[in-house]
């Protein structure tokens, strides 16, 4: 495999490449077992790089059939070649032609990068590194070139034929079966962005008029059967192109986009220029089949891999050191079409909850890692939540500094310089800094610095002199290999509430008028006071509205404070905090008096603020769906930081739910009955708002009359019109155990077999059943005829489901998660290593466990690291846990 040699890349030692490629044109003969590739390459030298260097050609896995240099025929002393690289030592010093033709087994390929099967078609993923799999080439993203693609294959295999760029010719080949096709992509680009597929598929067809009025050819490519279900990600498709129009002034610059869905897909989707690949569970959507949630994961990704085509493909990394240049960026710009196709303030809490779900854990333990890495033995390792979720904290938090109209300045700047070449974060921060007038060489460091700040605030009022002083603070733990912490710049979003609801007006002499007329102050040092006047009483501090910042905000004020936030606040964010801050302490209370064997204290004041919640929920269903959720135990495991005992947690949160679920009990099943569903489905947020309320209204019932609740699940599983409420229904029956839920579960599989994205849901509902019994299920799971450890999708709804989302038996003290998850690990990675090690990672904060559960999981951790033969990538994720 790819690395054999324990050599890291390091950001410090990037040089520009000794060589350009200004086109390439490929020509492919797909065959399922030896596909030819010819690839011919116009070279010249970099004028940037070292002059006489010899050429070198990454690979990986390549077997070469002929090499011509300017059409003459080499002989083998002319060059080296082994599987991973080709060199030659003598290449002419003006430009030249290369002509490679190598031999590649798409069947053979189970680690799904390069050209590989999906079903019965062809597909590629190239990014970051899977190009060099099908052609020898300088397979770095600051590479760029002009594409040629020609593919030819048997018409009944394969009677659809794509790649990037443009058609520009297509023909049957004269004697037989076999026929072609030529696509031309005219926009420069690195290798990790090609594409190609070829297939028998399904697909629709519909077209987008740009803002300057060109016509694009739209279509999604699927499996045969399935083209309704992807309506409605041509919906969200056509959407994204507008609003990337309106809001970035970004137009589509070709003359067709294309989609193709395929089952077997290593992450979400990838952004290929102009042919976009997707797992077709970001495609594949209908009632019956797909969920709110999957509707909203569809636009979300569709949007994603669109928004590329900006941010990532005309302007892209100068290195993969500079990843979260376009992921950072485009998570945010889709984070933001998000906001604005469904509710901003909802949008918002859901970003938050998934950055502290993985994000946090991340950057607390041991592979904590700085947004822009300066090391890393596998990329494919960094493809990860800090690299993408906190990428894209760093550029909201960059428009609240400069405001939303500079931001967008600096946006235009950004891709008016850097349209066409391969930038660096410091490009794109130069900028800002010119739109803004600001130096941002501090806010850099949030790039740099690894951890999570933590920014703790206390106040202290005057009732003589009417002022209230907040001190705000913070400090950044030292993370792997980085025990320096500066401060960074942290924007604090802030409000004051007198004790009625008022909000009051800012006057200080500590703050700068701007500050406080946008109510956003800033911290730069690690301390800063600020003295308000004109407070007539103790005021209620609105802190980091909007979660201005991904920071953790200590302590949490008292519970009185936050009931009246939840009552009053105007931030909703800040609301759906104060509601999330009062069932931790309500859980941790309850944690504790298990610990001392008290008796669990009741939590009245916050269970009368839900009430009011529940009852007032017809105001917007969805933010008090988000409201009325309880912390999972991964938030607790989170919170508590240390001494981990997921039972202990598990236990307290559901005494919590029971004392909800009992004291709400009517208002719950009046809630339950007010949002029944109501006509035809649809996958609008409005009506997403109201499933979601009913289903945590179901729970509430089910908690506090688990014969009431057992009854109202089954009868909307039996008649439910859709996915989302049989789902929810499957969840509160899952919990509630007994024969009711192993005949629900029975009857959803006959119904949905021949479903694998629904499958999936039915092994992941299982694998999170919170009782001791689940890891055996688990395990009799892993032989059903419908598990597969090859297909990624199913490996991680079943064993990715348990390592992430079951923290009581992934963490059994007995150690039979862990050891069902490391035996999974090993039997896969020889397989697929980027599926394998990215399962590995489900360990990210071992170390916050209590001390039993850590010797467990070191000593397995020790056990992999010390295998011979482990991929790159699944050993790099074992060491780097174990620092
Ligand atoms: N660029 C893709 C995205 O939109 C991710 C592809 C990464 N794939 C990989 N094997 N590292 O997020
Ligand atoms: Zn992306």
């Given at each position: 495999m790819r690395h054999p040699s324990n050599v890291p890349v390091r950001l410090t030692d990037y040089r520009p490449a000794d060589f350009l490629i200004d086109s390439v044109a490929l020509d492919f003969r797909l065959d399922r077992t030896a596909t030819r590739v010819v690839a011919t390459l116009t070279l010249r030298r970099n004028p940037k790089g070292v002059p006489g260097a010899a050429l070198v050609l990454d690979g990986d896995e390549l077997t070469l059939v002929s090499l011509k240099l300017d059409g003459r025929a080499l002989g083998p002393q002319e060059y080296e070649a082994t599987p991973d690289r080709l060199t030659l030592s003598a290449v002419p010093d003006g430009p030249f032609t290369l002509e490679i033709e190598t031999r590649v087994d798409p069947t053979a390929n189970t680690q799904l990068s390069g050209l590989y099967r999906s079903g019965s078609a062809y597909c590629t993923q190239c990014e970051a590194e899977g190009f060099r799999r099908i052609t020898y080439f300088l397979d770095r993203p600051d590479v760029l070139s002009v594409y040629t693609t020609r593919i030819e294959a048997d018409e009944r295999e394969a009677p659809v034929l794509l790649a990037n760029g443009n058609p520009v010719e297509a023909g049957k080949i004269a004697g037989g079966s076999r026929h072609y096709a030529v696509w031309r992509d005219p926009f420069p680009k690195p290798s990790y962005l090609f594409a190609l597929v070829g297939g028998d598929l399904g697909v629709v067809r519909d077209s987008f008029t740009t803002m300057s009025g060109r016509e694009v050819a739209l279509a999604i490519y699927v499996e045969h059967g399935k083209e309704a279900r992807a309506e409605y990600a041509m919906d969200a498709l056509k959407r994204s192109m507008r609003w990337d129009e309106e809001k970035f002034g970004r137009e589509y610059d070709l003359d067709v986009f294309n989609i193709v869905a395929v089952s077997d897909f290593n992450m979400g989707a990838m952004e290929n220029k102009g042919l976009n690949v997707f797992n077709d569970k970001y495609v594949l959507a209908s009632p019956e089949t797909a969920t709110d949630g999957d509707y909203a994961g569809i636009e979300a990704v569709i949007a994603h891999e669109y928004f590329h085509?900006?941010?990532?493909?005309?302007i892209t990394c100068r290195d993969w050191f500079q990843l979260c240049l376009k992921e950072g960026l485009t998570v945010f710009r889709d984070h933001e079409f998000s906001a604005d196709m469904r509710s901003r303030p909802v949008q918002r809490i859901s970003e938050v909850r998934g950055l502290r779900l993985v994000q946090f854990p991340e950057d607390a333990g041991p592979l904590a890692h700085p947004v822009r890495p300066s090391v890393y033995h596998e990329i494919n390792n960094f493809y990860t939540s800090t690299v993408y979720e906190k990428g894209s904290e760093l550029v909201r938090m960059l428009r609240t500094l400069i405001g939303a109209e500079t931001f967008r300045r600096g946006m235009d700047i950004y891709f008016e310089r850097f349209d066409g070449t391969a930038a660096t974060v410091e490009d794109f921060l130069s900028c800002f800094a010119e739109a803004s007038g600001r130096d941002l060489s501090q806010f850099a460091l949030w790039y740099s610095q690894a951890g999570t700040p933590v920014l703790s605030s206390e106040g202290a009022y005057d009732p003589d002199a009417k002022t209230f002083t907040l001190t705000l603070k913070q400090e950044t733990r030292p993370t792997p290999g980085q025990t320096d912490k500066k401060p960074v710049v942290i924007p604090v979003a802030l409000a004051l509430f007198s004790e009625n609801g008022q909000k009051l007006d800012l006057a200080s002499r500590d703050a700068r008028p701007e500050e406080l007329s946008r109510g956003l102050v800033e911290l730069t040092g690690a301390e800063r006071r600020l003295t308000f006047e004109n407070v007539p009483s103790r005021p209620i501090v609105s802190l980091l509205r909007g979660f201005s910042a991904p920071v953790r905000l200590e302590p949490a004020p008292a519970s009185a404070d936050l009931e009246r936030q939840l009552a009053f606040d105007d931030d909703p964010f800040n609301r759906w905090q104060a509601a999330q801050s009062l069932a931790l302490r309500a859980i941790f209370a309850r944690v504790d008096a298990a610990r001392q064997g008290a008796a669990a204290p009741e939590a009245p004041g916050y269970v009368a603020a839900l009430r009011t919640l529940l009852v007032g929920a017809d105001a917007d269903p969805a933010f008090a769906a988000q409201a009325l959720s309880l912390p999972s135990v991964i938030d607790l495991a989170r919170e508590a930081g240390s001494d981990v005992d997921p039972d202990v947690h598990h236990a307290a949160r559901m005494g919590l739910r029971a004392e909800i679920g009992g004291a709400l009990r009517a208002d719950a099943e009046a809630a339950y009955a007010r949002f029944a569903d109501k006509g035809p489905y649809r996958p609008d947020a409005a009506g997403a708002g109201r499933r979601a309320l009913r289903a945590v209204a179901l729970d509430l019932v089910a908690a506090g009359d688990p014969q009431k609740g057992g009854a109202l699940a089954q009868e909307l599983f039996r008649n439910a019109g859709n996915m989302t409420d049989r789902l929810s229904a499957l969840t509160t029956l899952a919990l509630l155990g007994g024969d009711a839920r192993e005949a629900a579960f029975e009857s959803f599989y006959k119904q949905f077999a021949d479903d694998p994205l629904v499958l999936d849901k039915w092994f992941s509902l299982q694998a999170t059943i919170p009782e001791p019994a689940t890891t055996q299920r688990v395990i009799k799971l892993m032989s059903h005829p419908d598990f597969s450890l090859t297909n990624p999708n199913r490996l991680r709804a079943l064993i990715g489901a348990f390592a992430n989302a079951n923290l009581t038996c992934f963490h059994a003290l007995d150690g039979s998660g862990y050891d069902l998850l490391t035996r999974v690990v090993l039997d896969v990675d020889p397989r697929n290593p980027q599926v394998a090690a990215r399962l590995l990672s489900s360990l990210r904060a071992w170390r916050t466990l209590e001390a039993r559960r850590r010797a467990l999981v070191e000593a397995k951790l020790r056990d992999i690291v010390a295998r011979e033969g482990l991929s790159a990538d699944t050993r790099d994720i074992a060491t780097r846990a174990l620092a």
């Open positions: 085509n900006w941010t990532g493909n005309r």
